[in-house]
């Protein structure tokens, strides 16, 4: 410290000094003038002299003493200032804190780090945002300080920010026990580390991961060499993938433990390579030798590693490809081939076939692709589960593989679908007569594991190269396009190829991607047929008939889409829109005084098949309001027939909503007089095949008297379709049938004219 900066510390001893110092001098001098003065005049002048002197000492010794005071209060000030803004803009969190651990003063830092103001902080302590697990060793520290046995110290902890989360920080405390003004306090210098903190976290984890990598069973093998192949390490994989444990393997060459000699001098050079450039050896797959003499495959990479003052060593990542292996062959053989019956797939199949084209090509002889369909199987699964019409399959394939010769080609298609290869046949009927072996090989009954007894049937068809096609594709589009006429005409027959059936396949393919357009552009719509009351001759309800408006062929007859609905699976859209459409315009009918009016709706065997139905209806009803015992259902015989148990759970379900049930085309089915005492049915319709012939028909005559005297002593009500002449509604009059529909009422009309009609003979 200078002696100015002490004076300015201490101006009042600085002033007795200057005060000593000048009456001493003034006080001297006065002596020593008067005794050389003897002159009484200079004498006088020099006192007066001296007077002034003495004033401008005392002014000048005054103006000293403000002038000190005012430098100390300003050294003070900016002692102050540097202080706050030390304090203030500090990098790091800075804070006063009480001997009782409250908040006195934190810096704009440190409450930004915690969340709080300056305001909320002096309201709380530290031991009420520092974490449990780090608050007694924080407290045991203070302690030290208070009784002196340290005098400060720093800490790592965990501090609970304002929005609930932690914050690692460091904290370093020292304690001032002799403040200026006021009491004892603690001064904690609080750091952010959380970041470094995560970061630490991150590197332990990943270090245990790499070290629990190192030492796991893991498909990764992970050795170590020096630069003459000497073995330094060897991890737990190593020893699985290689069979060598890691005390065999340390300190043996790498040469002598996993590379095959065939290998040994180009692994020599790649190493020379590696220690002379520093480049690593291009990872590669490769065939390497374990301890028991078998090759395993592994993926290799390699690192080299130079550290200070060692000599290099190599390190070896091998990823063990067992496995890889073994899904790449088993994706290869599912590529080619079928899982469930190990034939070969339709790929499999094409290629084949391909190849045996070009073989027929070159010598002229014919080759023919039969394709194999089995009737119904669907209903198999859905009857008795997946895993019986595997079992099925199984054992359809083995009888299949049996009946064939070693030359011919058998492989599935998919689903239920077989196709046969038969090359250098002779004639076009060696084929048939094959197709027809194969399909009595499958139509008989089958035993399966669970004693569950299955009779089934398929179909064929047939396509012949080159006289229907001459590739590949083609041949197998003919052979389907044969397969659905057979199915057509009859089940467990077959059929051939021929121009005529390719059109009606590309017919079918055009008009169901036309259907898709016309449902989404709303090009259907629905008429309705008056069900008319045979005595009164009042409307009592109608049939909701599809229509498809379509804009360049017109009105398309639904025996030719709904066909071509039913197999593409659109009948299922279909379905749900007639019956959504059908109840949102019986209700409005209802709404504009056409009360009880029932309404009709055909629904398919397939559209039945699905449990879905039951909650379609419910949501419908739910949604328009129309009464459920206006909704009439009209089913075929055959979808009765199908899955007894499961149909009649689905018709009770129905009669519980309150919907009325019919059977669509009495007499045209399988027509056994059991379901009919079985199932809960309301309505009869008698098929529009018995009524055109009425009454002349002498037996279309005793069925119809026999329907409806059958009917009604079961307590079901009878519907004649297809009226057209007055005696056949005379005659239906005669034998008790309850109502008609048909062209002598009136033809399918639009919502529009069935409405204006049905005001005039309303019941």
Known sequence: MSDTTALSQRPWFG?????????????????????????????????????WLYVAFTAALAWLLLWQRSNAEMQSLRSRQLFEQTFELANVGIAHVSLQGRWLKTNERLQQLLGYTQYELQGMTFAQITH???LDKDVSQLAQLETGVRREY?????????????????LGVRMVDAPVFGKPFYISIIEDIHELKVIETELRASNLKFQALLDSDAAISIQGYE???????????????YGYSAQEAKGQNLLDLIIPESMADEVKTAIQQMLATGKPIPSAELQLKRKDGRFISVFSSHALVRLPDKPPQMYCIDIDLTEQKKHEQQVAYLAHYDALTNLPNRASFVQQLTQAIERAALRSYLIAVIMLDIDHFKNINDSYGHSIGDELLQQITQHLTEALQPMDYLARLGGDEYAVLLEDIEQAEDAVRLADQLLHCINRVWTLSNGIEVKISAGAGISLYPLHEINAEALLQGADAALYKAKSEGRNGSAYYSDDLTQSARERLRLESRLRTAILEQQLVLYYQPQVDIASGQIIGAEALIRWLDPEDGLISPERFIPIAESSGLIHEIGVWVIEQSCRQGELWHQQGL????IAINVSPLQFQRCA????????????????????LELT???LMTQQADVLTMLRQLKQLGVRLAIDDFGTGYSSLAY????????????????????????????????????????FKVLAEGVEYQGQRDFLTAIGCDCFQGYLFAQPLTADDFFQLALQHKA
């Open 154 to 170: 720093s800490m790592e902890k965990r501090y609970r920010h304002k929005d609930g989360h932690y914050i690692w920080c460091r």
């Open 15 to 51: 002033a007795l000094l200057y005060l000593i110092f000048g009456v001493a001098w003034i006080g001297g001098s006065d002596h020593l003038l008067g005794i050389v003065v003897t002159d009484a005049e200079l004498y006088s002048q020099y006192q007066t002299y001296k007077g």
């Open 227 to 241: 630069a003459d192949g000497t073995t330094i390490y060897w991890n737990r994989a190593s020893e699985r993938i």
């Open 613 to 632: 139905l039951i909650q379609q209806i419910t949501d419908t009803l739910l949604s328009t309001g129309f009464p459920a015992d206006l909704l009439e």
């Open 132 to 134: 449990p697990d780090d």
């Open 595 to 598: 009360h009880g009016l029932s």
């Open 676 to 715: 009919l005492k079985l199932f809960p049915l309301d309505v009869l319709k008698i098929d529009k095949s018995f009524i055109d012939q009425l009454p002349k028909h002498q037996q279309d005559a005793e069925i119809c008297r026999a329907i409806v005297s059958l009917a009604h002593t079961l307590g």
């Open 637 to 639: 015989e055959s979808a």
